[in-house]
């Protein structure tokens, strides 16, 4: 029987993988969101863009609003947003205006994003060192898995449905961890009642975004993910537009990258018991190139969508994989506060997640776009893991 002190891994796998199933469940309807909208799809991009900004900017506040209120009620607050969010992207289709879409996603974002940072906070205060570890590594495969399951639902979803449907889907999920976060523990005994005073603020945040090793970090961590997100906001147009590929395909296809993504975390926990992080690095930076390499060759050739994305794909998860936990472990050694710490590698790494897809939006849309931006992140990265961990 489930107590108090030991919280049910259902509602922690939810809650890790709350912003990333949010971030990717709709994309399957991209192509039709564009459609029913009447704009572009670079436009149509806007809908992860914005989500992304909210998603970093919510890293920021929900430390010290857990800090201030505790726990669960920075859990509630941030859920609720969510679900709320999501019904407003639903009235923006009602509505027809596609602006009340974008700030739907953006309020979203805010909402869903306090689940990865309560999740680490939760596991971390309820759990001893040890058992804290290994209940973060079973999540953490399950964290690979879900966003490809949440696309595969969305590609269900969005084929049999209107891409409403997808938006409904996401506040279900929010009702459902709202009701199993009322059984989490309150961990937070003694309130911080200085924790969103200014200067209090200011003051911990700026000594963080002096710490070069714990930037560098988070930029690493920001071009892993980037396969992630820039896959979500183009690979629908590329797949379903451009190669003829259904979306209820598209959907079940999804299923494959986040397979590479679990094998990854599963090698990086192995390899870590070996070698440096920076080796590690740079072995994921390496495969997630050759990856790269391969998905341009495969559209020179015009093979079908399944094998000139998906598989090279689940290789590029499984590079970042092995990049994303040594990048943050390195980032994490190099301050003492661990709280504003991790919220500014987070901020960081989500921010360099926008600024990517943003730019996205003034380069016309085509195939080898994919590729050609992988290839650059790649470059990034290894240069960036060669000047700052030597």
């Known amino acids: 029987m489930q107590t108090k002190s030991n919280p049910s891994f259902l509602t922690l796998i939810l809650m890790i993988s709350f912003a990333s199933v949010n971030a990717v469940l709709f994309t399957p309807a991209l192509p039709a969101i564009a459609k029913f909208f009447a704009i572009a799809d670079s436009t149509a991009q806007l809908t992860i863009t914005w989500f992304l900004i909210g998603y970093a900017a919510g890293q920021l506040i929900y430390g010290p609003i857990a800090n201030r209120f505790g726990r669960k009620p920075a859990l509630y607050a941030g859920i609720i947003l969510q679900i709320l969010s999501s019904l407003l992207c639903v009235l923006a289709g009602w509505m027809h205006v596609y602006s009340v879409l974008v700030l739907g996603r953006l309020l979203l974002a805010l909402g869903a994003g306090v689940g990865l940072k309560m999740t680490f906070t939760l596991v971390n205060e309820i759990y001893e060192p040890d058992m804290a570890r290994q209940k973060l590594a ?6 690979a898995i ?3 399951l949440g696309v595969m639902a969305g590609g269900f979803l969005a084929s049999h449905f209107d891409w409403t449907s997808t938006f409904y889907a996401g506040a279900i999920y929010g009702l459902v961890l709202l009701a199993l976060t009322t059984q989490l523990p309150e961990t937070k005994k003694e309130l911080d009642y200085d924790a969103l005073k200014l200067n209090h603020l200011i003051n911990g945040y700026v000594t963080q975004f002096k710490n070069l090793t714990l930037m560098t970090g988070g930029l690493l961590m920001g071009g892993a993910a980037c396969f992630i997100y820039v896959f979500a906001a183009l690979g629908p147009f590329i797949a379903i537009n451009m190669m003829g590929m259904d979306v209820a395909s598209y959907g079940t296809a999804n299923i494959l990258p986040p397979i590479g993504l679990a094998l990854g975390s599963l090698a990086s926990a192995q390899l870590s018991k070996k070698f440096k992080p920076t080796f590690i690095v740079n072995l994921g930076i390496t495969i ?5 390499i391969a998905m341009f060759m495969l559209m020179l050739i015009k093979l079908p969508a399944l ?3 998906f598989v090279p794909m689940m290789l590029c998860y499984l590079g970042s994989a092995l990049v994303f936990p040594n990048a943050s472990t390195q980032a994490m050694s190099a301050t003492a506060d661990k709280a504003h710490g991790s919220a500014v590698m987070n901020f960081v790494n989500m921010g360099l997640v ?3 897809v943003l730019s996205m939006g003034a380069i016309p849309m085509n195939p080898f776009l994919l ?3 992988f290839l650059g992140v790649c470059v990034f990265m290894a240069a960036l893991n060669k000047l700052a961990f030597k």
């Not at 079973?138 to 964290?143: G, K, V």
């Open 354 to 356: 926008t600024v990517v």
């Open 288 to 292: 997630a190139f050759i990856a790269s």
């Open 138 to 143: 079973y999540l953490m495969l399950a964290f």
């Open 146 to 148: 879900t966003p490809g």
């Open 371 to 373: 590729p050609a931006i």
């Open 307 to 309: 094998l000139t994305l």
